[in-house]
C-alpha cells in the first residue's frame, strides 16, 4: 500500500468511526497532508500506528449538567471533556461554552491542541471540553449555578497532574473563579495548578488574559521581520471583539499599525483613526454590549450590520473569532484587497479553500496552532508559578510569552525549510509538532 493509500486509509477511518464530526475531520485532513514528508522519513512511525492512535483520543467523557436559572426553571444542558493526548504531560486544553459545542467541535480542538501544546516546547499534552450552554444574557448567579453543576461532574476527571482546563469562548475569569471555587469546594483542596485563566487574587498570572492576542501578534511580527518587514504603519483587520480580539488589537498598535475594523456577531465596525482599545474594552469587557455600541461611543466610526469584517481592505488580516469564519470567497476578497499577511488568533477559523487561495496567491499565512498558542504557553507559566507558589510582574512574564512566539516561529520556519516547503508556515507548524508528539509515543510504548 502506498504511503497516499495509507493516509486516506486512516482518513476513511477516521470518518467512519466518528460519522458527522465535520470540523474532526476537516483538523484531522488538515495536519495528515501536511506530514506525509515526515512519515516518509520515519517508517517506524508507521510500523508503530502512531497516526491511528493520534487521532483516536485517551478519552472521552460526556456528561448532563442540570442547573436553574433566575426563574426557577431548570434547564439541561451537555458536558464534554477530551482527554486527547498525554504524551508530554498533563492534558492541556480550554473549556468553551457556546451553543455551537457538540462532540466534534471538542474533538477538533483538542486535536488541535496536541499540536499547538507540543510547538510550544513546554511539557503538556492535549485536551480539550466545554458545554452547549450560552452565557450570554445569562446573569452572574445563573452562570455560578451552571458552573457549580458542570465542576460537580468535571472535578473527578482533572487535576494538576492529569488535566488542566482554562478558558476558551464564553469561558472568562468570572467562568474560572467560579469552576474553581466548586472544586475547592469538593476536594477540600486548594489545588491553584487545577485550572488557569485564575484571577490575579487567587493564583493567577500576570499576561494570560492578553497572551492569545499578544501572541499572535508578536508571532505576525516575526513573520513579517523574516520577510524584511514588519506590522510599524500596517493597515490591519481583526475578527472578532472578545478576549483574544481585543489584546491582539492592542499589541498591534504598539508595534506601530493600525486596526481599522474589528467585529462580533452582529456585523462590524470601522474606525478610520485607529480602534480606540479603551472604549472597546469599556464595551465587551464591562458593559458586555454589542460592537454597534462602539460606533455610538465614537461618532466618526461606522457600523455595518451583519456583513463580513473581510471586505475591509487590510495589508495583515487577523482571524480571532471562531473556527471557519475565513472562507475562499472572503479569501479572494483579502488577497484583491491587498492582503500580504493572515495570521491565524483563533483554532482554525480559515477553511481549506481560503488556504488554498492564500497559499496561491503567496499570501504569507500562519495556522492557529502556531500563532495561537500563546494562550496555552502562558497557562503553562501559570502553572509553573502555581507549582512553586510563586507570583511573577508583567514584564517578566511578557518576555517570556514574546521568547516562546519567537521560538515557535523558528520552529515553524525552521522545519519548513528542513522539509522542502520554505515559507509554508502550516506544514512546518503540523510536522513540528507531530514530530515531538510522536518520538514522546514510540518510547512511552503501546499504551
Known amino acids: ?64 449538567v ?93 487535576g494538576e497532574y492529569t488535566d488542566v482546563p482554562a478558558g476558551d469562548i464564553g469561558v472568562g475569569a468570572r467562568e474560572i473563579g467560579y469552576l474553581f471555587g466548586q472544586y475547592k469546594r469538593i476536594t477540600n483542596r486548594y489545588e491553584s495548578g487545577v485550572l488557569t485563566g485564575k484571577g490575579l487574587a487567587y493564583g493567577g498570572a500576570q499576561v494570560r488574559r492578553e497572551a492569545t492576542g499578544y501572541g499572535s501578534v508578536f508571532f505576525a511580527e516575526e513573520m513579517l521581520r523574516a520577510a524584511g518587514d514588519g506590522l510599524d504603519g500596517k493597515r490591519v483587520v481583526v475578527s472578532g471583539s472578545g478576549n483574544v480580539a481585543i489584546y491582539a488589537i492592542e499589541k498591534v498598535q504598539q508595534f506601530g499599525g493600525v486596526v481599522v475594523a474589528c467585529a462580533d456577531s452582529s456585523g462590524y465596525v470601522v474606525d478610520e483613526k485607529g480602534i480606540d482599545v479603551e472604549v472597546l474594552k469599556q464595551i465587551k469587557e464591562v458593559q458586555r454590549g454589542p460592537i454597534r455600541d462602539y460606533a455610538e461611543a465614537r461618532r466618526h466610526a461606522t457600523f455595518v450590520p451583519g456583513r463580513r469584517v473581510w471586505e475591509v481592505p487590510c495589508e495583515v488580516a487577523l482571524p480571532c473569532a471562531t473556527q471557519n469564519e475565513v472562507s475562499g470567497a472572503d479569501a479572494a476578497t483579502l488577497v484583491a484587497n491587498g492582503c500580504i499577511a493572515v495570521v491565524e488568533g483563533a483554532n482554525m477559523p480559515t477553511t481549506p479553500d481560503g488556504i488554498r487561495v492564500f497559499t496561491e496567491a503567496g499570501v504569507r499565512f500562519a495556522p492557529g496552532k502556531a500563532a495561537n498558542a500563546g494562550g496555552v504557553a502562558a497557562s503553562a ?40 516547503m520554505p515559507g509554508n508556515y502550516m506544514a512546518g507548524a503540523n510536522i513540528n509538532g507531530f514530530l515531538r508528539v510522536a518520538e514522546a509515543m514510540l518510547v512511552q510504548g503501546l499504551i
Open 1 to 64: 500500500m502506498s504511503t497516499h493509500e495509507k493516509f486516506e486509509a486512516v482518513l476513511t477511518g477516521v470518518i467512519r468511526r466518528n460519522p458527522g464530526e465535520e470540523e474532526f475531520h476537516q483538523a484531522v485532513r488538515e495536519v495528515l497532508d501536511s506530514i506525509r514528508p515526515a512519515l516518509a522519513r520515519h517508517p517506524e512511525y508507521a510500523e508503530a500506528k502512531i497516526i491511528e492512535r493520534i487521532c483516536e483520543p485517551e478519552r472521552q467523557v460526556i456528561f448532563r
Open 381 to 420: 507559566l501559570e502553572m509553573q508559578q502555581n507549582a512553586s507558589r510563586d507570583s511573577w510582574t508583567f514584564t517578566y512574564s511578557e518576555q517570556r510569552l514574546q521568547q516562546i512566539m519567537q521560538d515557535i516561529h523558528a520552529r515553524c520556519f525552521e522545519t519548513a525549510e528542513e522539509y522542502g
Open 66 to 158: 442540570p442547573w436553574e436559572d433566575d426563574r426557577g426553571e431548570v434547564h439541561v444542558n451537555r458536558g464534554f471533556r477530551v482527554e486527547y493526548n498525554s504524551a508530554l504531560g498533563p492534558y492541556k486544553g480550554g473549556l468553551r461554552f457556546h451553543p455551537s459545542v457538540y462532540l466534534g467541535i471538542v474533538k477538533f480542538l483538542g486535536f488541535e491542541q496536541i499540536f499547538k501544546n507540543a510547538l510550544t516546547g513546554m511539557p503538556i499534552g492535549g485536551g480539550k471540553g466545554g458545554a452547549d450552554f450560552d452565557p450570554k444574557g445569562r446573569s452572574d448567579r445563573e452562570v455560578m449555578r451552571f458552573c457549580q453543576s458542570f465542576m460537580t461532574e468535571l472535578y473527578r476527571h482533572i
